[in-house]
């Protein structure tokens, strides 16, 4: 579900491609929940926000964007916190995500200059939920369809992945578990630099609300 805000949003900071912000709803009981979105999209000219809300649980975030309607009003961060851009002399971009930073993803490609290699690696929960995704640089991509449990489709591909010559970034976004185990083989099996990975839990499972500054390196 996209929802596009227009507000006070004079001198926001959209932290660039693939950032992360909160983003408050009103719920019932005069209460007001929080979640972390990505920025889809922001147009400081227009002062016009873009989200893309997932709608693949009933939770209260999902029940708001459903039910959303011209004229309603919400809250968010006053700054999102730094996206991702290549490392300097980066050729090539891999990405792995599940289906909750496929946002991210979106954004991150759109930023990319010609000339660069993209390959994205993106596991969804149905087939019908891939999406298109754009690009000046050119790009491949692989959908993969969630069987067994959440991201273990991404894991494996991970497991057979190839870097390109060159240097280069991996970029990660997925569930913390399988963030983990993408992250541990991308630095020991495939020998990756640390300074070029670029990884983030975007959820955790059987944890409501896991914590946006889960990237993985405190097990190192």
């Given at each position: 579900m996209r929802i596009v805000a227009t507000g006070e949003l004079d001198g926001w900071n959209d932290g660039g491609p693939g950032a992360h912000f909160k983003v408050f709803v009103p719920a019932p009981d005069d209460e007001t929940v929080m979640r972390t979105y990505t920025v889809r999209d922001f147009d400081p000219d227009e002062g016009r926000l873009t989200i893309d809300f997932g709608l693949h649980a009933d939770g209260p975030m999902t029940r708001w964007a459903r039910s959303a309607a011209v004229g309603d009003r919400f809250a968010?961060?006053?700054?999102?916190?730094?996206?991702?851009?290549?490392?300097?002399?980066?050729?090539?971009?891999?990405l792995f995500a599940d289906h909750c930073a496929l946002p991210a993803v979106s954004a991150v490609l759109e930023s990319l200059p010609a000339g660069?290699?993209?390959?994205?690696?993106?596991?969804?929960?149905?087939?019908?939920d891939a999406t298109e995704l754009t690009s000046a640089a050119e790009v491949s991509t692989a959908w993969l369809v969630e069987s067994g449990r959440p991201c273990a489709e991404l894991v494996a591909a991970a497991g057979n992945a190839v870097l390109p010559e060159g240097p280069g970034d991996v970029w990660i976004g997925c569930e913390a578990g399988a963030m983990r185990d993408i992250r541990r083989h991308v630095l020991g099996a495939l020998r990756l630099p640390r300074e070029a990975l670029h990884s983030r839990a975007y959820w955790k499972q059987n944890v409501e609300n896991h914590s946006d500054h889960d990237t993985g390196s405190d097990e190192e």
């Open positions: 968010v961060a006053g700054e999102a916190r730094p996206g991702y851009a290549p490392g300097a002399g980066a050729r090539w971009c891999l660069m290699e993209a390959i994205v690696f993106a596991e969804v929960t149905d087939a019908a």
